[in-house]
């Protein structure tokens, strides 16, 4: 069964720090995953996606994520944090077939200091 | 514009009185999926739906209805609300190629969400 497991609740940074959002996944077959950002008060807006066309995969706003199926991991980073980038950032794997909804992990606060 | 549009926004109600809240999609997608979002949790799967007059159950379904008489939408229902369906509610739509194996070059469509308080 797909899952994914995000592995911390809330990281603070600096501004200009580089920013590292940890995200373990479980699948039987290769995933489709996805790391999507929620600003607050607002809805859910997809930040990059990867589909087994390339490892290294690059989002908006200049974050980007590897997938590593060695470590089971699909962690997100950005060389330097902005101010807009406070937020909470969800990890997000499809399980396939017949429900093929997405599964969501339990979100990562971002926060961002001066 | 391609969206996801939900209504109402906010929505307070109170224990018991019926209530919909609206998920409409303007890119002729034939999977739609409802999930509610609270603190420590994530987003959970509510309903989906498959194409018209296909739905099923996700994760948490207990108290809550939907139905899928248009391509296009795809409303909640909620009978008899009681406070701990109080939460933040997402639509979402994707075509059917991604629900149904595990792949997509497109991701999900969400709606903006539907924040309700059940008192």
């Known amino acids: 069964a797909q899952s994914v497991t995000q592995l911390d609740s809330h990281v603070s940074v600096s501004e200009g720090t580089p920013v590292l959002l940890r995200c373990n996944y479980s699948s039987s077959y290769s995933p489709s995953l996805f790391w999507y950002v929620q600003h607050p008060n607002k809805g859910l807006q997809l930040l990059l996606k990867?589909?087994?066309?390339?490892?290294l995969v690059k989002g908006i706003n200049g974050f980007e994520a590897e997938f590593k199926k060695s470590e089971t991991s699909f962690h997100l980073t950005k060389p330097s944090a902005h101010m807009s980038d406070a937020a909470e950032y969800f990890c997000v794997v499809i399980r396939g077939g017949s429900q093929g909804n997405l599964i969501f992990g339990k979100g990562t606060k971002l926060s961002v200091k001066p | 514009e391609a969206q996801v549009t939900q209504n109402p926004r906010y929505l307070i109600t109170v224990t018991g009185k019926k209530l919909t809240v609206t998920c409409s999609q303007n890119m002729n997608h034939e999977y739609m999926s409802w999930y509610r979002q609270d603190p420590g949790l994530g987003l959970r799967q509510i309903y989906y739906s498959m194409n018209v007059e296909v739905t099923d159950k996700g994760d948490v379904p207990e108290g809550y209805k939907v139905s899928r008489k248009e391509k296009r939408n795809f409303p909640l229902i909620l009978e008899s609300p009681s406070p701990n369906q109080t939460s933040l509610y997402f639509c979402?739509?994707?075509?059917?190629?991604?629900?149904?194996?595990?792949?997509?070059?497109?991701?999900?469509?969400f709606g903006s969400g539907t924040r309700l308080t059940v008192v």
């Open positions: 979402a739509s994707s075509p059917i190629t991604a629900a149904r194996t595990g792949t997509t070059n497109y991701g999900y469509t």
């Open positions: 990867y589909t087994s066309a390339a490892t």
